[in-house]
Antibody, heavy 121, light 111 residues
């Protein structure tokens, strides 16, 4: 079964750093783009960025460029989303997604269960 | 890069059809045949319903259909059922530099 399993919920203080994970299984992890999607409480979906684990080629939305870092460790089939200094406005559910085919252009067919990040003093 | 525009809400009675529009620009919706649609029930992860404008993944009922004209894509749900009540989001490829943009989302209510 193809699946993405994300790390658990996090509660952090403003200014702290954080790295959440997304482990792929059931398919060739290095052959498919992995993306991250943010959903703030009660709001819509926002595309953040993607990475191709095979060569670590990464693209970001202008809204998130410089605010987060996307990375991947292909040896353990895991993608990451990290912050160096969290803000209260980073409070949201974060989903990792796999593309339907190895093409960057394609839709997101597999979604992780989501990781809730709460940033509060 | 601005979000694609969707109506805030649409509604219909069981058995009726509803159509959700998704308006972008020639740099996203109008420029590529890579529009997808996602269904999200409360508290759940989104689910892919339509990809490449009009293709349905295995397991998605054929009462869900997609189309595109110019800079506007559409999702039609025919024979509306109670379980179709959810939020729906469109998404379009927008070029290799900043590849994707989501729509603003539409709440579908089954009356």
């Amino acid at each position: 079964e193809v699946q993405l399993v994300q790390s658990g919920a996090e509660v952090k203080k403003p200014g702290e750093s954080l790295k959440i994970s997304c482990k792929g299984s059931g398919y060739s992890f290095t052959s498919y783009w992995i993306g991250w999607v943010r959903q703030m409480p009660g709001k819509g979906l926002e595309w953040m960025g993607i990475i191709y684990p095979g060569d670590s080629d990464t693209r970001y939305s202008p809204s998130f460029q410089g605010q987060v870092t996307i990375s991947a460790d292909k040896s353990i089939s895991t993608a990451y989303l990290q912050w160096s200094s969290l803000k209260a406005s980073d409070t949201a559910m974060y989903y990792c997604v796999r593309h339907l085919t190895p093409m960057m252009e394609d839709a997101f067919d597999i979604w992780g269960q989501g990781t809730m990040v709460t940033v509060s003093s | 890069q601005s979000a694609l525009t969707q109506p805030r809400s649409v509604s219909g009675s069981p058995g009726q059809s509803v159509t959700i529009s998704c308006t972008g620009t020639s740099s996203d919706v109008g420029g590529y045949n890579y529009v997808s649609w996602y269904q999200q029930h409360p508290g759940k992860a989104p689910k892919l319903m339509i990809y490449d404008v009009s293709k349905r993944p295995s397991g998605v009922p054929d009462r869900f259909s997609g189309s595109k004209s110019g800079n506007t894509a559409s999702l039609t749900i025919s024979g509306l059922q109670a379980e179709d009540e959810a939020d729906y989001y469109c998404c379009s490829y927008a070029g290799s530099y900043t590849p994707f943009v989501f729509g603003t989302g539409t709440k579908v209510t089954v009356l």
